[in-house]
């Protein structure tokens, strides 16, 4: 995994993306992602987004196997909802809130290495789709694979916008539970005593659980397109054909 | 005054002399080995001991948790609505284990005693459990309200395991959800139950079950 600690940000690794554009482009726009940065790709249906964003990581020989000193480059690759409360996908130095898995590095340190290192990213992200995206190309195989057995508000805003009401209502009970997460902790101090604890709903569940249904539909709503303009994705939303 | 049995194995003389009987004066019956536990309507109680090793020394553990009785899947072992208490341990000294044992007992009502009385019904069991779609699918029944459980157990079947790895790639899972064939099978076998409209006589027969299981017949 990369640490964001030594990546290259900013123009550095817009102007990097751009030089190595022209020998992925192809690869990637034939499997249906698109990008308005050159650094962030996304393919997009319904509520379900697959992206991947190519990271550019500075190591010295030795870090991480790398055998040449120089910028190296691989990619974060994820699936995430669009009304997950709070998206933010590779926004900024860090990624905070989407804690993605990410390829292997090729180094890049000098324009001959460009070819072989986009064959090896076109090669990853091949294998990716076929391998990882084949799985989860629908809003309830997302659900399937990451949000079943629990309750969460993504998965109460997905089945909301989904107009299954009583289910979503089903998972909000649990997570405005007068009882929700009583446990007997032990502190540091004290391992011989428990104290009986609870964790209260946050203030967005409370409030989210005593609004009406068309009330919680345009929270949804609002929500989604929120996280459209805080992720800058507005031009997957633009062509019909992505929908 | 009832004569006792003093046994050779300071060890096992704490647990059989002060231990097991202040525990069955609380309703306790004995199950598997050092493993104790009390019917309380739709719950139960448990209690079990353990050993182990901290530095030079050895310590008792005592784990308390609540349980519910008709719920095929989840294990007494689980202490996720429960805790731990530990303690050090004399194995070698016959009065060390003795004073150790009844310094737990203190513990115990102090602890696990308050936090069976705090899990009272069925509704607090569930707030212990809620961020686990099978234990409030099977409080859901427990309450019989089987709409909800139907839903629950339906989310809890569609559940896939992730069957690829962080690095993209796949991994090997003995089925698709990604759980023991066992427990799919408690789970379709209780939807099942649901869908056909024999809740009732589902609930029945893994109540008998599991007191069985645990020696507590009724």
């Keep these: 995994m990369f640490s964001s600690s030594d990546q290259v940000v900013g123009d550095e690794l817009r102007s990097i993306c751009g030089d190595l554009l022209p020998f992925i482009d192809a690869t990637f726009r034939q499997l249906g992602f698109s990008t308005n940065d050159g650094v962030r790709f996304f393919r997009r249906k319904g509520h379900l987004l697959h992206y991947f964003k190519l990271v550019i990581k500075s190591l010295r020989q030795g870090d991480d196997g790398a055998r040449t000193d120089g910028n190296h480059i691989g990619f974060h690759f994820g699936e995430a909802l669009d009304l997950a409360p709070g998206l933010l996908i590779g926004r900024g130095k860090t990624e905070a809130a989407v804690v993605a898995p990410s390829t292997g590095v090729y180094p890049i340190t000098k324009s001959s290495h460009f070819p072989k290192a986009s064959r090896s990213l076109c090669t990853a992200l091949q294998d990716i789709d076929q391998y990882r995206w084949t799985q989860i190309q629908s809003e309830n195989e997302y659900v399937d694979f990451h949000l079943r057995c629990a309750p969460s508000m993504e998965k109460v805003y997905l089945l909301t916008a989904q107009e299954k009401h009583d289910e979503a209502n089903a998972w909000l009970r649990l997570l405005v539970h007068d009882s929700r997460a009583l446990r007997a902790a032990s502190s540091n101090d004290n391992t011989e005593r428990f104290d009986i604890c609870k964790d209260p709903p946050g203030e967005a569940e409370a409030t989210f659980s005593l609004l009406s249904l068309p009330q919680r539909v345009r929270v949804v709503e609002a929500g989604t397109w929120k996280n459209i303009e805080r992720n800058d994705l507005g031009f997957l939303y633009e062509t019909s054909s992505a929908a | ?218």
Aim: net charge neutral; charged share 25%; glycine share 6%.
């Design chain 2, 1 to 218: 005054m009832k004569q006792v049995r003093q046994l050779k194995d300071p060890t096992r003389n704490a647990i059989r002399n002060v231990i097991e009987p202040w525990l069955s004066n609380s309703g306790f019956v004995p199950a598997e080995k050092m493993s104790f536990n009390r019917l309380r309507g739709p719950l139960i109680d448990h209690i079990s001991f353990e050993f182990g090793r901290w530095g030079r020394g050895e310590v008792i553990y005592a784990y308390f948790s609540v349980h519910l009785v008709e719920d095929p899947v989840t294990s007494l072992h689980t202490h996720h609505a429960g805790g731990r208490l530990g303690a050090s341990w004399y194995p070698e000294d016959r009065d060390a284990c003795k004073a150790a044992a009844e310094a737990m007992l203190d513990n115990l009502r102090l602890s696990a005693f308050l936090w069976f009385d705090e899990i009272d019904s069925i509704s607090k069991y569930e707030g212990a459990w809620f961020d686990s779609g099978i234990a409030v699918a099977f409080a859901a029944i427990a309450r019989s309200d089987v709409e909800l459980a139907r839903i629950y157990l339906r989310d809890a079947l569609a559940r896939k395991a992730p069957v690829v790895y962080s690095s993209g790639y796949p991994g090997w899972r003995s089925n698709e959800h990604g759980r023991s064939q066992d427990e799919v099978d408690a789970l379709t076998d209780a939807l099942a139950a649901i869908e056909s409209g024999t809740v009732d006589v589902w609930r029945r027969k893994i109540r008998e079950q599991r007191l069985n299981e645990l020696g507590m017949k009724r």
